[in-house]
């Protein structure tokens, strides 16, 4: 809903800054972007456009965008003032492939073209050529994608033009891709280009205001599975849709008619010559007649002034491209006089395009031009003057021109003339391979054998030109020195060992990467001693984890398993333990039946058996008794109290005895019976309905009981009769037992003794018991599917459940997909138990995909198991922040992906830890689909030495996945299954909160409050859509709602009559016993079976379709009342804000509390919270002062406090009176003793009011979580004590365990949350409420999120109420598909690098040769890529030649010094090598050797951000005016400056090297393979061949063309055809441009042109944002909010992230610093100073941490030596320069962590 006010209010930026009645277009284009369109900008999110937004969605591409994207493209020689080409073939390879980029991606799109957007392409106001060119290149784009049959084009006039209404109204495309237009900028494009942006802006305004959002095209970026581009949403509101000033739009007007005047006015002359011939055209496409037209069109339309000879030639070479190949067609252009330049650009080719486009139009028809090719036919032609034509072309091709010529009646032809006007060809040189550095390592040698590439001998290659630094040189990462000895750093290949130079020391990778401190392996698996703790920090220590212990049982107290039990904790015994058990007293075990084989028992077996006998009568005597005194309790309570006496016997353990829970609920039964029989109106349909079915469930539960008496048999029976229910009496009924006794009360009569009729004739149901069942007992039928007992678990498991605890018994990996609700969480503590019982070393890692799943299933962890290890701990807490207990010495680790992909690539865990993993389970596994951090799973996946279990409930097409994953599992050796089932357990109902209607009253308390019927019921098919072709697979309907539309098909007729027969629920189902959940589904397929086809041919506009008429039976009939326009309009804040507290008082007044509402924004999250707690507030402040009651008891309460003294004294007097009782009975007995009036009344909060949790308790809560974070004594505290709570990962992280255990005690029972607790969190709500529109907001989350909402064990049915959500979005989330998974893990540079890490510092163990071995060698590395293995392994190759240059690697595949930066920071590729080559360079020592210590570690952070922050502004914020006003507001500089020259030069030439280094790898394979790659003369997407068709003829020109055409090897042949040869300007253009057959990843390049590309310049659509360095400077999170763009709730995050990277950078630093000062050798053993800790990876940088904050002040003394040194002097053997770097590094870091921890302390 956007409370944070991100979104522009146009109508009050009118108001403030209108612009006058009039204003030009510029002035105009001013306003619109600094008024609206650069604010709006600061709302774009930067998304995954298929993967996190739209999923299968339908979305459109706007055509005009996506040709001028094309034509834009700096490669192809089209429409360019300095080069007169017309290359189409390149235009249409080019758009192909953006197509395909697209389809790979399982985009859902049209391509729609909007004649209002045509000057996109056009570029009116630009040269002739310029326009022409393009005219024409539109209409030949146009007619090409027209004859795609895999795209779908369509034409619009405009927005307003009503078959584009009828097409959004049909198929609801979700977003429009367009080009914005750019920003204005003087002397670029053309003098009309403010009119073409201003243009653009109304169409993006527009369309926005009309409720698409909006993506644009320009600028998006393909990486690898993902489409990034920043999406606007739109805010489309009710009588506000937005209108701009008139003065805007009057100006708009003029714009486009400036516009279409300059862009049609050239070619009226041509056209009116074309109409003029028309009636010569052909009706059908003729070649020879078509260039008829075209030379005809061209010599009237200019007469006098036209050139004869060029007009045959053009017509010469269009006859002959149809028999030439592309490979013939990749020519460069022939060099010319500056004459026939200027002939050719100003007049010959600007005609006969416009003549070319004009006669095509009118023909509706398409050709093939080559102005290269045209231009070499007419060299050839000039240049021999004595062939003839038909020489030269060929019989055919010369009859055909010459015919042409003849009926244009061209004069004599003399091509000779132009001869003089062209040059000599420029001399060509093929590009040569670099030859790679010599390389060996035993086990990338055998990978790597099929690869065969030509190494170089010793010689190194030129090295980087240092920058000179002032002061001392580096000695230990920079290259500034120019020793000899720094020379010598690639050791010979002769060489017997490997020389390692005292520059480029090996990495040991054995520290902690934030804390040099700290080891990774402790003393007992092989690391360095432990520095002892001293007392203050072993006392801390324990504090610390007492703390958390209480808090994690506390926690752990409030989980309840499936069944709604509170767990309990099993004690498990070591695998020693078990074996002295064995060994020491191998005891008989006597059980009852063990000698039941002989039919006689031993004495002592009888004795025992009697005894049992014995105490079980004496058991169920002793139940008899207690129940019938319960019930004779309760035979004088009301029927309230009855209630509340029930609830309460619920909870005793007698209840549980079959005998007891039988007799109980047929009391229960009779006293229903009872009540109805006395109720005001006993026949009333309404009454039969709700003690019908009460009545029913009860015989139910009995039934499933499973004990019966005879008087118990008898009164269900009589029940059975009288409701009409007697054909079910033999399934319903249990015959008695045989020790039969009486019931402990009398049951109420029903049925007449001697008639046997029954004695209430009104309490029959009026229908078919199977249709009553379906109306009504829907939600109490048994919903298991053939579940039988199993001794392995407490309850009787589904046959899919079976078949996942038989792959876990046979270490079989899994895959399980199965909706929230089905019963997948038994899953992963069967796993845990079966490691812990099967040894003491096995280990089993937990992946949670968030910090908050990952506390939670800890704390299960520990409700569920127990096992005494000795010391260690069964289960331990890893994530990124946070550690509890010992990640490498436990059996269960729990932590986040990240953590675990770091410890799979530690080399020291892989010689001790990896071996023993035992499993690894990925819950959610879904996220790997996800645009962050998808890779890391994947990357799990990949080198996992032990089978997987994947679980999620949001899988779309699992299958493709599972195959991948297949794969994988049995590279491994693992065998592999797939478990897929489709049910939830409990059915989803959803309704649609009327917020467009006013409510009645306004809230006054809950105790007044009456519903405002504005929760409206959505049946699933009723919301059906007119895009809607087929239902999604998990769209389920209840048994009602199967009733409702079976009723509604009868009742409108829409299928045959002899289905509706068979569907009739009565004729359709058994009725010979109760309904259960798998019948209905059996109806549900049926049904929906029926419907397909009438699905196919649905169209919402005819209202007289027969599924129109049944969606219309099928509406609920306020919300049919609201208009469309209404229910599809977004409700603005305000509204939203003021309808929140009816919201929630309706859900509390119907009992649907508690819920989760979700908002998807963590700044809206809050603001909600605070808005309903004010209303509370205010309303209870407002009874307080008005209520006479509050005031008299407020006076009783305050003469109670004066009376405080004579209280005293009385008690004084008590006490030496001890036989006064009167006194004491006096105090006890007065309220007053326990009131709190500042406490929230019940009536104005929504605390749960029947939970054991006490007022006081949560004060104890409260003040523990505000000494480590005082902001918690602000709101959330006051909403806290209301029972609302906010959850989002910027919390506190003791704050969310509070609530969430709160939650599950029912004292909690409104929450306002994010995506966190969509994920998984056990958090049993009984409604899931959807609170405003959101980018996020998608089908996938929107699953998730509805899944929480009625849990198995908890409720029957969950409820999803959709609130403030325009309706077409809700049917947009109810009715999409999910998204097929898709994800790549690439090999970048760092992976390959870390791996070679594994292996060198594991001593090559089998675990990491294996993890290599089996990622190499995967028919495919990702399931989300077509790379083959053999391409695979070349790119490995040549990455590995990178590393070795880049000095990362020496000749064997050690890693070298510098390597910690890029493996630590190894998700920032190619960041994290820019900094490694920088510090080699010495750019680094040049920032830090400035005399002010200031400006150095200023100029550090710059670089950093530029490295490390690269958030992007979209272009409409980089408007000067628009910046230079927020400056004037805020201390922050908004736009990032770019790198100092000194580091940009550095990363040219390292970009120049790595290109060089790729491009060789890229002409290698091509050159080896030529053969599997096949021939590059196919289009990618329309697969068209381009090869030429085969000509017998001889001709001269073709020969020509042949041996005059570009050669290329990597190269496309189409790209080519603009004169492209195999040299290449970037590694973008290297992936791009790359032939068929070869797949370049451009992210797995480490290509630094991104960093070092000035932004917003040379086609960059976005600049950096200066948040990193503007925090760095202020430290003010509110000045990134208002002027950076960044939102509050993002803040923290990218902060953390950049702290994180700071101290990964120190840490390398520091260690090699530290290594430096004393010696390679003794370093780590002698000098560091060791925490206790074990780590892998991250730090414990949480905002809260569990000790107190004083405490971590005092703890800032106690750390180690290492920081007391760096302030005083430079450790020995450590260079000043180098030094000098450290101290701006780690003040940098010092400054930047005080300002961070600032804003969260």
């Known amino acids: 809903m956007d409370f944070e006010e991100f979104e522009v209010d146009i109508e009050r930026a009118i108001e403030d800054s ?223 849709q937005g209108h701009l000033p008139n003065a805007v739009l009057s100006a708009g007007v003029a714009a486009m008619d400036i516009l279409a005047s300059h862009e049609q006015g050239p070619f009226d002359q041509v056209r009116s010559c074309v109409l003029r011939e028309a009636s010569a055209s052909p009706s059908s496409f003729d070649l020879h007649a078509t260039l008829k037209d075209v030379g005809f069109s061209y010599l009237l339309a200019f007469k006098t002034d036209t050139q004869p000879s060029l007009l045959a030639v053009f017509i010469i070479h269009v006859l002959l491209l149809k028999s030439i190949s592309v490979q013939d067609r990749a020519r460069r252009l022939a060099p010319m006089k500056p004459d026939l330049f200027t002939s050719l650009i100003k007049s010959f080719l600007p005609r006969i395009l416009r003549a070319t486009e004009a006669v095509l139009v009118a023909n509706d028809a398409s050709i093939d031009i080559d102005i290269r090719v045209f231009l070499c036919v007419l060299r050839y032609l000039s240049e021999h003057p004595a062939q003839s034509l038909m020489e030269i072309l060929g019989p055919t091709v010369a009859k055909d021109a010459e015919d042409i ?134 006392n801390r220590k324990l504090r610390s984890d007492q703390r958390f212990m209480k808090i994690l049982h506390d926690q752990a107290s409030t989980l309840t398993g499936a069944s709604g039990a509170v767990l309990e904790q099993m004690k498990i015994l070591t695998a020693a333990s078990l074996a002295n058990q064995r060994n020491v007293k191998p005891k008989v075990v006597h059980a009852r039946s063990s000698n039941k084989s002989t039919g006689k028992l031993s004495k002592a077996d009888a004795i025992r058996e009697q005894n049992i006998a014995k105490k079980e009568s004496k058991q169920t005597s002793e139940s008899a008794a207690w129940i019938a005194s319960r019930i004779q309790e309760m035979e004088s309570l009301d029927d309230t109290g009855l209630e509340k006496c029930l609830h309460v016997l619920a909870r005793n353990p007698r209840t549980r005895e079959a005998s007891v829970g039988a007799e109980l609920r047929v009391y229960r039964m009779h006293r229903l019976l009872r009540e109805w029989i006395y109720s005001a109106n006993p026949g009333s349909s309404a009454s039969r309905d709700k003690y019908s079915l009460l009545i029913m469930r009860l015989v139910k539960e009995v039934w499933e009981i499973g004990f019966s008496t005879k008087e118990m048999a008898n009164a269900i029976t009589g029940v059975l009769i009288t409701l009409g229910f007697s054909d079910y009496i033999d399934c319903l009924v249990i015959s008695g037992s045989a020790d039969d006794r009486a019931l402990s009360f009398r049951f109420i009569k029903l049925v007449k003794s001697k008639s046997k ?79 812990l019982r099967g040894s003491d070393d096995g280990i089993l890692v937990y992946i949670a995909p968030t910090k908050a799943l990952v506390a939670q299933v800890a704390a299960e962890i520990y409700a569920r198991f127990s096992k005494d290890l000795n010391g260690r701990s069964c289960w331990a807490i890893h994530s990124r922040d946070f550690r509890v207990h010992d990640p490498q010495n436990c059996q269960i680790l729990v932590t986040v992906p990240e953590i675990l992909a770091i410890m799979l690539l530690s080399p020291p865990l892989a010689k001790t830890w990896t071996p023993r993993l035992k499993y690894v389970i990925l819950d959610e596994i879904h996220t790997i689909g996800q645009q962050e951090g998808g890779a890391v799973w994947e990357q799990i996946l990949l080198l996992s030495p032990c089978p997987v279990i994947g679980l999620s409930a949001t899988v779309g097409a699992p299958e493709r996945f599972n195959e991948w994953l297949e794969s994988v599992q049995k590279a491994g050796g693992f065998q592999h299954k797939f478990v897929h089932y489709p049910h939830r357990y409990s059915h989803l109902r959803k309704f649609y909160y009327n917020i467009h209607e006013e409510p009645r009253d306004a809230f006054e308390g809950l105790s007044t409050y009456k519903s405002t019927e504005r929760m409206r019921f959505l049946h699933p098919l009723s919301i059906l859509s007119s895009s809607t072709r087929s239902l999604p697979s998990d769209l389920a ?133 605070q808005i309903l707690n004010n209303v509370l507030e205010t309303q209870e402040d407002k009874w307080r002062n008005n209520s006479p009651e509050w005031k008299r008891k407020m006076a009783q309460y305050d003469a109670y406090l004066q009376g405080a003294k004579e209280r005293e004294r009385k008690a004084a007097r008590a006490s030496k009176h001890k036989g006064d009782e009167e006194d004491k009975r006096t105090d006890t007995s007065e309220w007053q003793t326990s009131f709190r009036p500042d406490d929230p009344l019940p009536d104005f909060s929504f605390a749960g009011q029947s939970t054991s949790y006490t007022a006081s308790e949560l004060d104890d809560d409260i003040a523990y979580l505000a000494r480590r974070k005082d902001s918690l004594l602000g709101w959330p505290a006051k909403c806290l004590r209301r029972g609302i709570a906010v959850h989002h990962s910027g919390m506190n992280r003791g704050y969310l365990s509070l609530i969430e255990s709160l939650f599950r005690r029912g004292f909690v029972r409104v929450i306002f949350a994010t995506g966190t607790l969509a994920l998984g969190i056990n958090a049993p709500t009984k409604t899931s409420i959807f609170c405003g529109d959101s980018p996020f907001l998608t089908a996938l989350m929107y699953r998730q999120c509805a899944g929480r909402a009625g849990r198995r064990g908890y409720d029957t049915l969950g409820r999803v109420v959709f609130y403030a959500l325009p309706m077409n979005k809700v049917q947009r989330l109810v009715l999409s598909k999910l998204p097929s998974l898709s994800a790549s893990f690439p090999v970048t540079s760092t992976l390959v690098v870390r791996l070679f890490n594994l292996l060198e510092g594991s001593n090559y163990s089998t675990i990491a040769v294996a993890a290599v071995q089996r990622l190499f060698r995967l028919p495919q590395v990702s399931f989300g890529s077509e790379e083959g293995r ?166 001269l020109i073709r020969d020509h063309l042949h041996r005059t055409a570009i050669r290329v090897v990597a190269r496309s042949l189409f790209v080519a055809n603009s004169g492209h040869d195999d040299h290449f300007n970037s590694v973008h253009d290297l992936t791009q441009t790359a ?98 800790e074990v780590d892998s990876g991250f730090a414990s940088l949480d905002p809260v941490q569990w000790e107190d904050e004083e405490e971590e002040a005092s703890g800032k003394q106690e750390q180690g030596k290492w920081e007391s040194t760096c302030d005083s002097q430079r450790p020995r053997g450590v260079s000043g320069a180098d030094w000098r770097v450290f101290e701006v590094v780690n003040g940098a870091l010092e400054e930047f962590h005080e300002k961070f921890k600032a804003m969260w302390a």
């Open 1037 to 1169: 309907l209840e048994a009602v709602d199967a009733l409702n539309l079976y009723r509604a098909l009868r009742a409108c007729t829409a299928l045959q009559p002899s289905i509706l027969v068979a569907l009739d629920p009565v004729v359709f189902f058994s009725s010979a016993k109760l309904l259960q959940q798998k019948d209905v589904i059996q109806y549900e397929e049926a049904l929906k079976q029926h419907l397909a086809p009438l699905l196919s041919s649905f169209d919402s506009q005819d209202s007289e379709t027969p599924l129109s008429r049944v969606i219309t039976q099928l509406q609920d009939d306020v919300l049919s009342r609201v208009p469309d326009r209404v229910l599809n309009s977004q409700p603005d804040r305000v509204v939203s804000g003021r309808n929140l507290i009816h919201l929630v008082a309706d859900l509390h007044a119907q009992g649907n509390l508690p819920g989760i509402f979700f908002s998807f924004d963590r700044t809206d999250c809050e603001k909600m919270a």
């Open 1430 to 1595: 053999h391409q695979l392994l070349h790119h490995l190759r040549f990455s590995i030649d990178y590393l070795r240059r880049a000095r990362l690697l020496d000749e064997q595949g050690k890693p070298l010094n510098l390597f910690g930066i890029a493996a630590y920071l190894y998700y920032t590729e190619p960041s994290n090598l820019a900094l490694v080559a920088l510090l080699r360079s010495g750019v680094v020592h040049k920032i830090c050797a400035q005399p002010s210590l200031r400006l150095a570690k200023r100029d550090f952070i710059l670089l950093m951000a530029n490295l490390f922050g690269r958030r992007y502004l979209p272009s409409a914020c980089l408007k000067e005016e628009y910046i230079t006003e927020v400056i004037k507001k805020s201390p922050s500089m908004v736009v990032l400056p770019p790198l100092s020259k000194a580091a940009s030069d550095v990363l040219i030439e390292q970009e120049r090297e790595i290109l060089q280094i790729f491009t060789g790898y890229a002409l290698t394979y091509a050159t080896q393979h030529q053969k599997d790659l096949g021939p590059d003369h196919i289009l990618p997407l329309s697969k068209r061949n381009i090869s030429g068709t085969a000509e017998d003829e001889p001709s």
């Open 1635 to 1732: 032939r068929r057959g070869l797949s370049l990843n451009e992210h797995t390049i480490p290509s630094f042109k991104g960093i070092t590309g000035r932004t917003n310049q040379e086609g960059r659509k976005y600049a950096l944002n200066a948040y990193l360095l503007d925090f760095y400077t202020h430290g003010q999170v509110a000045a990134l909010a208002a002027a950076n763009g960044v939102r509050r709730g993002d803040v923290w995050f990218l902060l953390q992230d950049f702290d994180l990277t700071l101290m990964a950078v120190r840490g390398v630093l520091e260690q090699l610093l530290q290594t430096r000062s004393v010696g390679d050798k003794d370093a780590t053993s002698e000098n560091a100073d060791l925490g206790e």
């Open 18 to 240: 209108g612009p006058s009645k009039s204003c030009t277009v510029t002035e105009a284009l001013k306003w619109i972007d600094s008024t609206w369109y650069a604010p709006a900008s600061r709302n774009a999110r930067w998304m995954d456009l298929v993967g996190d937004y739209a999923g299968a969605e339908p979305f459109v591409i706007d055509g005009h965008s996506l040709l001028q994207v094309v034509l834009d493209d700096r490669l192809l020689a089209l429409a360019k003032d300095d080069d007169p080409s017309f290359q189409i073939i390149h235009a249409i390879y080019s758009l192909e492939c953006i197509l395909k980029n697209f389809q790979n991606r399982s985009a859902n799109f049209d391509i729609v073209f909007f004649d209002v957007n045509r000057h996109l392409v056009l570029r009116a106001g630009e040269s002739e050529f310029t326009v022409a060119s393009r005219a024409l290149a539109r209409r030949l784009l146009y007619k090409h994608l027209q004859s795609l049959d895999s795209v779908n084009t369509l034409t619009f006039a405009s927005l307003f033009d009503k078959n584009w209404v009828d097409y959004r109204f049909r198929v609801k495309p979700m977003f429009v891709m367009v080009n914005d237009g750019g920003t204005l900028k003087e002397g670029v494009g053309g003098q009309f280009a403010a009119h073409q942006i201003l243009v653009e802006r109304l169409f993006i305004f527009d369309l926005l205001a009309s409720g698409l959002a909006m993506a644009p095209l320009q600028g998006a970026d393909f990486k690898d599975t993902k489409i990034l581009s920043f999406v606007f949403e739109s805010k489309l509101r009710l009588n506000r």
């Open 405 to 538: 010529f003849s009926e244009l009646k061209l004069p004599h032809l003399n091509f000779s003339c132009l001869s003089a006007s062209f040059l000599p060809d420029e001399p060509y040189e093929m590009p040569i391979p670099l030859k790679l550095l010599p390389f060996s390592n035993p086990v990338f040698d055998e990978e790597l054998s099929v690869v065969h590439v030509a190494t170089e001998g010793v010689t190194r290659p030129n090295p980087i030109e240092p920058v000179t630094s002032s002061g001392e040189e580096s000695d230990d990462w920079d290259d500034s020195s120019s020793s000899d000895e720094s020379a010598d750093v690639l050791p010979s290949t002769r060489s017997s060992q490997n020389k390692i130079s005292r520059k480029d020391a090996l990495f040991s990778d054995t520290q902690h990467w934030h804390n040099h401190r700290t080891a990774i392996l402790p003393k007992h698996l092989g690391g360095d001693d432990t520095a002892p703790m001293t007392e203050w920090q072993r």
């Open 757 to 835: 009729t029954t004695v209430y004739d009104f309490m029959r149901v009026q229908e078919h018991p199977i249709v009553w069942q379906l109306r009504l007992f829907g939600e109490f039928m048994d919903r298991s599917m053939d579940s039988q007992a199993d001794a392995r678990v407490t309850f009787k498991p589904d046959a899919w459940q079976r078949e996942v605890l038989d792959a876990i018994d046979q270490n079989m990996s899994l895959l399980v997909v199965a909706p929230t609700s089905a019963g997948k969480t038994f899953i992963s503590y069967y796993a845990m138990e079966k490691i």
